[in-house]
């Protein structure tokens, strides 16, 4: 394309600087965009604006854009002089590069093969330790909240139980009412708890972490059943409170249940394993800790017996014993009071027992019926299997079942303290309506446990012997003989009267014939 005729009349005067200071500039060509533009436009402006307008505007121009450059260079000047610096030292990086560039390429195929080694060695069809490490690292903070879920399972079961027994006193008695119903929902917690991490083991019997902590659950839950055998011991145990009891402690320690190879027969027989031995001995201990709240009326007791064994002694070979001794007033007091907390913990204890044991009474029934005539039948049973060599073991273990019932000795271990204790203590009364007194509470107290199966009413024929501690030499077996047997007899007309009266059929005349000749 051929140059623009008004830029070919032009360029002679552009060339020339217009003054010495000017630094000369290389000119645009004619067809760069700029300058065709501005030649188009001076070609329609006529020749006044020429030389009247277009320089001011000239001048105009080139002030704003000399007004910018300053603006630009105040504003960017840090750019423009680190610009600068980086173009002076291209000339060097641009070697340094190509260098590099140079090592890269060359560096390519050894790194092309480790990648191919790693893939080789970490693919997930291969079997490598790292990545079953990785595995169980991912696996773990994937599952990190449900571990520590089942890490906190001890420290919950262990809070349920100390807020039930936080609430009682040292003897596991409750503070109040609320208490028990707390203390029944936190010991139902504490069970659920323990099922849950009982499920959990068997789930995934070879965990560790899970092994760990069943460990903890199960000694938490024997702190339990220590606390529960604790409550058992302690006063002012009721029935309902009893009944939880005991079926907690079925719960976490099934081995106190467990007939220990007896399963068949126990069902039948009614064995209660090793939890009624065990509630008898709590009660029987809790009635020994009261009995023994009595120890200072039975050391006042005791000194009167001490007196009365040196009085006798004094006055050996003389007959006027009965007249030297008169006390045995305090002695009264303690039998009075101890036969009164035997009458009412007995009757409890034992009352409780079948309530919670039904199947006791079924067992003693069942116990009873077993005649001679069929344990022969069993011991010649097992001398023929003996005599053939096969089977002797089975055979003696079913001679030994079913186990009796606790309940069936518990009663006379009872009464054999109830009588050592009148047996010490009941010659020191020498008073005769208190002596009647005392016999007639403990035919009240007989009374009471026979309505249980329990009577010991003959225990006052045991004590005629006494008579021998009171008056020696004398013959009055006879009158203490009497004594007991019209203390008998008077408790009886009395307790025929309550019956009568109680059934409101009774009258004068009915209760007169119920006299004794």
Not at 359 to 381: G, Q, R, V
Not at 465 to 488: F, I
Request: include cysteine; charged fraction near 20%; hydrophobic fraction near 35%.
């Amino acid at each position: 394309m051929a140059d623009d005729p008004l830029y070919e009349l032009l360029v002679p005067y552009l060339e020339k600087p217009t003054s010495p200071s000017t630094t000369w500039r290389p000119l645009r060509s004619a067809s760069d965009g700029i300058t065709s533009n501005y030649l188009t436009r001076l070609s329609t402006l006529p020749l006044s604006s020429l030389t009247s307008t277009e320089p001011q505007s000239l001048s105009q121009s080139s002030h704003s854009l000399l007004l910018s450059l300053q603006a630009l260079s105040t504003r960017s000047h840090k750019s423009v002089i680190a610009a600068s610096d980086h173009l002076s030292e291209l000339h060097t990086i641009l070697p340094t590069l190509a260098e590099e560039a140079t090592k890269l390429h060359d560096a390519l195929p050894r790194l092309d093969g480790e990648a191919l080694r790693f893939s080789e060695t970490y693919s997930k069809s291969g079997d490598s330790d790292l990545l079953e490490r990785r595995k169980k690292a991912m696996l773990l903070a994937r599952n990190v909240d449900r571990i520590s879920d089942i890490l906190d399972l001890p420290s919950l079961l262990s809070s349920a139980i100390s807020a039930s027994s936080g609430g009682s006193n040292g003897a596991g008695v409750p503070n109040s009412v609320g208490y028990v119903t707390s203390a029944t929902t936190n010991y139902a917690s504490a069970l659920d708890l323990h099922s849950h991490i009982k499920r959990l083991h068997a789930l995934y019997p070879t965990s560790s972490l899970v092994g760990s902590v069943s460990t903890q659950a199960e000694e938490a839950m024997r702190g339990m059943a220590s606390n529960l055998i604790a409550s058992l011991r302690a006063q002012g145990v009721k029935l309902a409170g009893g009944m939880r009891t005991i079926g907690w402690l079925r719960r976490i320690a099934p081995e106190l249940d467990d007939s220990g190879g007896r399963q068949k027969n126990s069902v039948s027989a009614g064995y209660e394993g090793g939890l009624g031995a065990l509630f008898l001995v709590c009660r029987l201990a809790n009635l020994v800790a009261m009995l023994e709240a009595l120890e200072p009326l039975r050391g006042l007791a005791d000194q009167e017996s001490e007196r009365r064994r040196r009085n006798a002694v004094s006055e050996s070979g003389t007959k006027s014993n009965d007249s030297a001794w008169s006390g045995g007033e305090q002695t009264e007091k303690y039998l009075k009071r101890y036969i009164e907390i035997f009458r009412e913990q007995s009757f409890a204890m034992i009352s409780m027992y079948k309530s919670i044991f039904p199947s006791s009474s079924i067992s003693l029934d069942n116990t009873t019926e077993t005649t001679d005539a069929d344990n022969m039948i069993k011991f010649a049973a097992h001398q023929s299997v003996t005599t053939n060599g096969k089977g002797s073991e089975p055979a003696l273990e079913d001679l030994l079942e079913p186990l009796p019932s606790p309940l069936a000795s518990f009663p006379l271990h009872l009464v054999i303290m109830l009588q050592e204790t009148l047996k010490k203590y009941l010659p020191n009364v020498l008073d005769r309506p208190s002596r009647e007194s005392l016999l007639t509470q403990v035919l009240y107290c007989a009374g009471s446990l026979g309505r249980l199966g329990s009577d010991f009413s003959m225990i006052l024929a045991s004590l005629e012997d006494l008579s021998n501690d009171r008056k020696e030499g004398s013959d009055t077996s006879d009158e203490e003989t009497e004594e007991w047997v019209q203390v008998a007899k008077k408790h009886r007309v009395l307790a025929g009267r309550l019956e009568l009266l109680a059934s409101g059929t009774g009258s004068h005349g009915s209760s007169k014939a119920s006299l004794p000749p």
